[in-house]
């Protein structure tokens, strides 16, 4: 399998812009997680999915953030109007839980946004 | 916010074992003790998961105490490569997500 794959890898924006970001899954897991990381604030987890259904939206930051889990191969995080304090690096991660465990998830190589 | 705590930056010489640390005084006894690792400009790295039992696979070992209120990490022979970020996460049986902490920054000297 080629791991989960993000795209672009980098992404550079002027503010107010819209800003889409892409992840597709390993195939066969059934849960998506949006994470941004920032060096101020470390790893956080924005939203994750579950069968393509929005389980918990609570990390994300303000209604300027939106994602979409059309099927099971894709997914998508949109930020519309993008300011420069989104700036950050953002993972994309998925898994396929087993016996109700928080189990291996993996992660993409990260989509590295800057807002200008 | 993340249950456990670890120091927040350790060294370790080239082949020797790197031991690291992780405190999760508050854990119960449904939550499994995770650790990931980020090495720079890559995202999070799955290494070893358990629950009481000591457990081991082909990238390091994880040692739990009895009372199951802190753990060690150990990469048994360490190389330049295993410099990176150490996360420990204690999981809740049931629960979809983990939280990362700090971690612990992980210096392997030459």
């Known amino acids: 399998d080629a791991g989960v794959i993000q795209s672009p890898r980098h992404e550079v924006t002027e503010m107010g812009q819209e800003v889409t970001l892409r992840c597709k899954p390993i195939?066969?897991?059934?849960?998506l997680f949006w994470y941004r990381q920032t060096m101020m604030r470390g790893l956080e987890l924005l939203i994750y999915?579950?069968?393509?259904?929005?389980?918990?939206d609570s990390g994300m930051p303000e209604d300027r953030f939106s994602a979409k889990m059309p099927n099971a191969s894709f997914s998508t995080l949109k930020i519309q109007p993008s300011e420069p304090r989104d700036s950050a690096v953002y993972f994309c991660?998925?898994?396929?839980?087993?016996?109700?465990?928080?189990?291996?998830?993996?992660f993409g190589p990260g989509t590295r946004l800057t807002v200008l | 916010d993340a249950k456990t705590t670890q120091p927040p930056s350790m060294d370790c010489a080239e082949g020797r074992a790197a031991n690291l640390p992780c405190n999760h005084s508050t854990i119960s006894g449904n939550e499994y003790v995770y650790w990931y690792r980020q090495i720079h400009s890559q995202g999070p790295q799955y290494i070893i998961h358990g629950l009481k039992n000591n457990e081991t696979n082909e990238m390091a070992s994880l040692i739990i105490t009895e009372d199951r209120k802190s753990s060690t990490l150990i990469l048994p022979h360490a190389t330049l490569r295993d410099t990176a970020v150490y996360y420990c996460i204690d999981s809740t049986v049931g629960d979809d997500k983990i939280i990362f902490g700090k971690g612990t920054r992980l210096h392997i000297l030459p």
């Open positions: 999915f579950n069968n393509n259904v929005p389980i918990d």
């Open positions: 195939s066969g897991h059934d849960y």
């Open positions: 991660a998925s898994s396929f839980t087993d016996r109700g465990l928080a189990d291996t998830q993996y």
